[in-house]
């Protein structure tokens, strides 16, 4: 499967080397590059990718804010790829809408790894969107909780739980941003609830162990799509022969 990515570094040695040996470990994926943040952005504009390699350390803005500023707009996969990594780095990555983090080595080897990880990235970025995507269309058929609810004050996101506590979700730079986050984390949260109080295993879950047995991608949305189908029937049946117990926290 071809896969477009966007290399980011502002090293023409280093877009070089990881362009020779990506193309060697895969030569499936289609790559192209910019040398600063800002020819980044631009691209982003311009094309669409299925992934996004960053170095971290350059003189516009690093990695983290840049990828913070794509996140505003694109939920595209996003790779952390740092020759000046520590764990903080790695830990704080995920904040700023990181999907996944990868230290330079000096053994071209680890450029199988990279290969790899964006492989992986974008197949779990699919898998997940093939699962929201399926969520959102069945939620009406759906006996969703009442609470968590999401409120958006400013530009600040918060969570009210049902004891009526609020929980600080996080700020975005503008308040139209707030409010279509505070919409998908409403529903992706009482997603999670109704998830946790009905089923015994996740579906995401379940899609994962499928991609490490080697089903391929294209066959998961069928999967989803049955698998959805097959729990709500049972759920149904459950529920109509009054089998459920209390799992409320």
Known sequence: ??????????????????????????????????????????????????????????????????????????RIPIILYTARGSEELASKSFDYGIDAYLRKEPDPKHFETLAKRIRRSVEKYRMEELARVSFYQNEKSIDLPEYPKVVVKGKAIYIVHEDGKEEF??????????????????LGLKAIKYGKNFLADSLNELMYDLMDLGIPIEYLDNIIEKGYGDIKDLLYKLANEKAFVDTQD
Do not use: F
């Open 169 to 186: 979700w996080g700020e975005e730079e503008r308040r139209s941003v707030a409010l279509q986050a505070a919409k998908e984390i409403e």
């Open 1 to 74: 499967m071809s896969l477009k990515v966007l290399l980011v570094d502002d090293e023409l040695d280093q877009l070089e080397l990881m362009k020779l040996y990506l193309d060697e470990y895969d030569p499936e994926l289609k790559l192209d590059s910019a040398t600063s943040p800002n020819e980044a952005i631009g691209k982003l504009k311009q094309n669409e990718y299925d992934c996004i390699v960053l170095d971290h350390s350059m003189p516009e803005m690093t990695g983290l804010e840049l990828a913070k500023k794509i996140r505003e707009t694109n």
